[in-house]
């Protein structure tokens, strides 16, 4: 179209820049009125895509969104047809939609309980997409029978946070779902055996951050990177195997917070990473104090001052 519009001109003005009649689909000169060009073609988009116009983006679309892949080319849309051998009181045929197929119609509940729950916490689209092939591989496989979707729908989101490194915990999942914990767990368990590759473990310094953004340090960038470096040493110097990945997390920010000078009780850290075993994760931690703060770090609390489980317990708990 902007090719053939440059190559329109008034005969009488050929220097004056034509104006566009949208409704009548003309091009006129300003200066005469003269009509140069009718019956217009409008390439603008003919629907309009929200997530596109509500911002600055030009949306180029003339024909909606765009088809869901994972449905292995099932149609999005739904067939409506008058049926002449059924006739109302007034003598026509009524109308009858065809029937989606069982296949169709799991997917596109469990894809929407995926797509509910991802925009609650912000989810990126790389997550959900993961989730949503994880799911179809799930119900492909008939190990779904019998089972909620959107507790399916929450183990595929917990199993495609972890292999795209931004983990999240089961309580958290379970925060943001109509699921429980136990059934979450119980999916995630057979979910696994679906895969052809068990996700890898969570990355427990990938949590530090956003448990610190919770907590609201003023010394937030150095309690964070001085937490993290105590996860990394105590996997290697303390029996922590077996405890709660979020307790240790928990257990290492508290260690980091009373050596920054910003000590925070106990019950505060416990609500953010929903946690209820940090006191015995951080009594581990305390054994092996002196080698998990880096060499060069400058304690606002000694290591000897830190408190225990028997002379400040009223305080941490």
Known sequence: MSRYMKQLACRFHPESVLIEDYRAGDMICPDCGLVVGDRMIDVGSEWRTFSVNDGDQ????????????LFDGLDSFATVM????????????????????????????????IQAIGAKVNLEKRITERAK?????????????GRNYDTIAAACIY??????????????????????????????????????????????????????????????KLIQKTAQHIVEKASELCNIQSRSPTAIVGACIYMA???????????????ATSATTIRQAYQILLTK????????????VLPSDFPTLSNRKAKIT
């Open 257 to 271: 917070a009373i050596a920054c000078g910003e000590e925070r009780p106990l019950k505060d850290i416990q609500q």
């Open 133 to 145: 092939v994880i799911f179809k591989q799930y119900y492909e496989q008939k190990h779904s029978n």
């Open 289 to 300: 104090v002196t080698e998990l703060f880096p060499q060069d770090f400058q304690f606002n």
């Open 159 to 220: 199993i495609a946070c972890r292999e795209q490194k931004m983990p999240r915990t089961f309580k958290e999942i379970c925060a943001i779902s109509h699921s429980s914990t136990k059934g979450i767990a119980r999916c995630y368990k057979q979910l696994i055996e679906t895969l052809s590759k068990t996700p890898e473990a969570t990355d427990l310094k990938s949590l530090v951050p956003r448990f610190c953004n919770h907590l609201g340090f003023k010394k937030e």
């Open 58 to 69: 030009k949306d180029m679309s003339r024909v909606g969104s765009l088809e869901e892949p």
């Open 82 to 113: 008058r049926d002449p051998s059924t006739r109302d009181k007034f003598g026509k045929g009524k109308y009858r939609s065809e029937q989606m197929s069982t296949k169709e119609r799991v997917l596109r509940n469990g894809f929407g309980s």
